[in-house]
Nanobody, 132 residues
Framework: QVQLVESGGGSVQAGGSLRLSCAAFGYTYAYSCMGWFRQDPGKEREGVASIYSSGGSTYGRTYYADSVKGRFTISQDNAKNTLYLQMNSLKPEDTAMYYC?????????????????????WGQGTQVTVSS
């Protein structure tokens, strides 16, 4: 049974940093798209970043939403089966519940589409709150 467990959320002041982690238990797919979404109440869900890996190595292609480019970095540790999101220069508008998602049924080209997570696995989320 696959389980994605996020951690690392919290409350920080604007300009601060957080690193989110997503441990993928029971997730043994060699080819997979993984990434992060966020959603604040009353707003639409937003794709934040995604990355495609194959056989334990990434394709080197990552996707970032325009709103986080230059501030957030997605990475993964295949040995630990863990996905990360390093968030720097946080802004109040980054406040949201952040969700980890994984989908082994899309290819590398689809990993950067708006719908790549459809039919995949989701975590329960971790809250990020940025105060001004």
């Amino acid at each position: 049974q696959v389980q994605l467990v996020e951690s690392g959320g919290g409350s920080v002041q604007a300009g601060g940093s957080l690193r989110l982690s997503c441990a993928a238990f029971g997730y043994t797919y060699a080819y997979s798209c993984m990434g992060w979404f966020r959603q604040d109440p009353g707003k639409e869900r937003e794709g934040v970043a995604s990355i495609y890996s194959s056989g334990g190595s990434t394709y080197g292609r990552t996707y970032y939403a325009d709103s986080v480019k230059g501030r957030f970095t997605i990475s993964q540790d295949n040995a630990k089966n863990t996905l990360y999101l390093q968030m720097n220069s946080l802004k109040p508008e980054d406040t949201a519940m952040y969700y980890c998602a994984a989908n082994p049924w899309v290819n590398a080209n689809s990993c950067y589409s708006a719908s790549w997570s459809n039919g995949g696995y989701w975590g329960q989320g971790t809250q990020v709150t940025v105060s001004s």
